[in-house]
């Protein structure tokens, strides 16, 4: 691997494949873009979402994937990015490891052809997450990142069964079946919800979700909205890997309106998870050394600051607002969702009723409030 990381390095060739990833360090987005070599992300359900988040992470030079998939390449799956018609037939672990090598052979390839959701599958599935690193660098666990990419409510049980037990931080992708909404979620046991703590959400999309789930009608799929979720997936895989920008806790996206929800998910203290409740406590007895370590680096970087002022002057009167305070998060419960957001299920007790109502018309009366108040202003 000496070679790899003298490429890297080397960010002036234009025939060295990292330049331009490397660049994002010369111009200061990234501190250091060649930690990526030292990562290992596992990605389970190597579908529409997971075999695109797999190229990219791929191409960005990632050190180890670990790839989780059952099924076989269909003819069905050709409306989706990645898969070639030649490999039908393949299974998709064989498959993506014969492209992403391709692509990229630098990236060292687990394929693991199981299902998670037996009880032998999940013990493989256990075990590879928690075989010794494969960078002689590192400590500890195998692991930096689980994406979890799979296309149903069981097999996210799942692998939030497994995270909360491992205290494994993971990331939680999802497209709708009418193809038009998707969301990616950021779980880290203990401070964050677990997918056991809050019912599952998605982006709300505007059409009757009681036409759409029949059975015997399959799903619907679109490569640009498969794209775009794992365009956002691992972009905030590379933000929380390698440390720059704001890492999103949860990031909707409905492509009928445009429009990108965000929030932020606290633990529920009655999880029915027992290895999530664990790690609440664990996060709770942490506090202490948390609040001091927090305070230390606050201390150090307005020592920075008084060292390096950078403008006496502010002539636009920009002002900063502290991002670090404490319990901004507020507690999802189903009365207090963000517009735009709802519960993929029904709760037990409504399930009789109407399912929970789209909000689509909110962001339809901001545009129009936008446009009566440009109105107004060119008027003057
Ligand atoms: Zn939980």
New binding site residues.
């Given amino acids: 691997m000496a070679s790899v990381e003298a490429e890297m390095t080397d960010n002036s060739k234009a025939s060295n494949p990292y330049s331009r990833l490397m660049a994002l360090q010369r111009m200061g987005i990234v501190h250091n873009y060649e930690k990526i070599r030292e990562y290992s992300v596992a990605i389970v359900g190597i579908g529409g979402v997971g075999s695109v988040a797999a190229e990219m992470l791929t191409r960005c030079g990632i050190g180890r994937l670990l790839l989780y998939d059952y099924d076989k390449v269909e003819l069905a799956n050709m409306n989706r990015m990645f898969f070639l018609p030649n490999q039908v037939g393949m299974t998709k672990t064989d498959a993506a490891v014969q492209t992403l090598s391709n692509i990229n052979p630098d990236v060292v390839l687990e394929s693991f052809t199981l299902n998670i959701t037996t009880v032998d599958g999940f013990e493989t599935f256990m075990s590879s997450l928690k075989n010794k690193s494969f960078n002689p660098n590192s400590e500890g666990t195998g692991v930096d990142l689980v994406l979890s990419c799979v296309d149903n409510y069981e097999a996210r049980m799942v692998v939030n069964q497994a995270c909360n037990e491992l205290n494994q931080v993971w990331m939680e992708s999802g497209v709708s079946e009418n193809a038009v909404s998707g969301h990616i979620q950021l779980l880290i046991p203990g401070e964050t919800?677990?997918f056991?703590?809050v019912p599952p959400l998605v982006v709300a999309s505007g059409i009757d979700e009681r036409t759409l789930k029949r059975d015997g009608v399959c799903a619907a799929s679109l490569p640009t909205t498969m794209g775009i979720v794992a365009g956002l997936l691992v972009q905030n895989t590379l933000k929380y890997l390698l440390n720059f920008g704001d890492v999103s806790r949860y990031l909707g996206y409905n492509a009928l309106k445009d429009f990108f929800p965000t929030m932020e998910m606290k633990?529920?203290t009655q999880?029915s998870?027992a290895a999530?409740m664990e790690r609440q406590k664990e996060y709770i007895l942490a506090k202490p050394s948390r609040d001091a370590a927090a305070k230390a680096k606050m201390d150090a970087d307005s020592l920075v600051a008084e060292e390096f002022p950078i403008h006496s002057e502010n002539e636009w009167n920009i002002s900063v607002v502290d991002d670090d305070e404490p319990d901004k998060v507020s507690t999802i419960t189903s009365g207090s969702l963000p517009v735009g957001i709802m519960h993929e299920l029904p709760s037990a007790d409504k399930f009789e009723s109407d399912p929970a109502p789209a909000e689509t018309s909110n962001p339809i009366d901001d545009l129009e409030d936008l446009r009566k108040q440009l109105d107004a202003l060119n008027a003057d």
């Fill in positions: 919800a677990c056991a703590c633990p529920n999880c998870n999530c």
